[in-house]
């Protein structure tokens, strides 16, 4: 995971209270329940992001011909191939 237990913590709560103080969601649960499928929602979308980047990656590597990661050719396939797995993922 990119980012640590802190940090998504902390962009729970973050999340939490501008959605709270700008009326867009009100919360009938606890707030530390809200926080927590926040976190894990956050978590999930993590790890879907690093699957997809391990099946991307895997599909550059089985290339015949060795793309330099980092040239434009590279970032270009990379991308593409990054998207059309969202959105064969439903996450696009």
Same mark, same amino acid.
């Given at each position: 995971?990119?980012?640590?237990?802190?940090?998504?913590?902390?962009?729970?709560? &973050?999340?939490?209270?501008?959605?709270?103080?700008?009326?867009?969601?009100?919360?009938?649960?606890? +707030?530390? /329940? @809200?926080?927590? $499928?926040?976190?894990?929602?956050?978590?999930?979308?993590?790890?879907?992001?690093?699957?997809?980047?391990?099946? &991307?990656?895997?599909?550059?590597?089985?290339?015949?011909?060795?793309?330099?990661?980092?040239?434009? +050719?590279? /970032? @270009?396939?990379? $991308?593409?191939?990054?998207?059309?797995?969202?959105?064969?993922?439903?996450?696009?």
């Amino acid at each position: 995971m990119m980012l640590s237990d802190d940090k998504i913590s902390h962009m729970s709560h &973050v999340l939490l209270n501008e959605l709270m103080a700008k009326d867009i969601v009100d919360v009938i649960e606890e +707030e530390s /329940e @809200v926080r927590r $499928e926040i976190k894990r929602t956050i978590i999930a979308e993590l790890k879907t992001g690093e699957d997809i980047d391990q099946v &991307v990656r895997k599909k550059l590597d089985s290339y015949s011909r060795q793309l330099v990661e980092g040239s434009p +050719e590279w /970032e @270009v396939l990379y $991308e593409r191939f990054f998207n059309e797995e969202e959105v064969r993922r439903g996450k696009k």
